[in-house]
């Protein structure tokens, strides 16, 4: 039945989101939905916590992919693109996300649900991103809060991959860009932090998940003031 909200919700939009539409799609009867719920709300809210294991379960198959223990950068990978429409699955469940808000923003049970659900997913990956820190990955002068923010505005992409202003694969490179950690030895750490203090003093800070291979600095001759 959750699937079929999904569909409906993909094909149609949130608007044909009813139960007897979904009992059509599904083919059962709505007596048969109405079993199971007995308000419109009462389906969202369902089809909305079915998208979210969904969800989990193929980051925790990602994850599960990766080396022991996982490199930061490549946990924030998985978690990250599955959170955009790149493939079938991920792309139902946006869609079903971006309808819910929608919904929650008239409905202040919705509204709740969904609120606690979305920091529930930003609380996740500040933990990666303080852990990052602690272990090195990321400078300790960076702000966690302030670098989860960076990182999940990435999911802004959602709307120029659906209207197909970007491409999917577009979006993939960027989100895998822009949030290169460093490598852990202890040579590459101090490389990566005396490049990163250099570009702090000419120009704007990265966001802080910090490449492991950084472009070379220019030469004191090659730069110039802005004055000049």
Not at 61 to 88: A, I, K, S, Y
Not at 192 to 216: D, H, M, Q
Request: a neutral charge.
């Amino acid at each position: 039945m959750a699937r079929a909200l999904w569909r409906v919700v993909e094909q149609r939009g949130i608007a044909h989101a009813s139960v007897r539409e979904v009992a059509q799609e599904a083919g059962i009867s709505h007596g048969a939905v109405q079993h199971y719920f007995a308000t419109r709300e009462e389906m969202l809210v369902f089809a909305m916590d079915f998208a979210s294991e969904q969800t989990s379960l193929r980051v925790a198959e990602g994850v599960g992919e990766l080396g022991n223990p996982p490199h930061p950068r490549d946990m924030l990978r998985v978690m990250l693109t599955e959170m955009l429409p790149l493939h079938p699955d991920a792309r139902a469940t946006s869609r079903m996300s971006a309808a819910y808000v929608l919904e929650a923003l008239h409905n202040a049970n919705i509204h709740t649900h969904a609120r606690d659900g979305l920091t529930h997913g930003r609380d996740l990956i500040e933990q990666i991103v303080r852990q990052a820190i602690t272990d090195g990955y990321i400078s300790p002068d960076r702000d966690p809060a302030t670098e989860t923010n960076l990182l999940l505005t990435l999911t802004g992409l959602t709307p120029l991959i659906e209207l197909s202003v970007i491409e999917p694969q577009e979006a993939a490179g960027g989100a895998h860009l822009h949030h290169r950690c460093q490598s852990s030895s202890s040579a590459s750490a101090s490389a990566s932090a005396s490049a990163s203090a250099s570009a702090s003093a000419s120009g704007p800070r990265s966001s802080g998940l910090r490449a492991s291979k950084l472009p070379p600095r220019p030469s004191p001759r090659a730069r110039r003031s802005p004055g000049r």
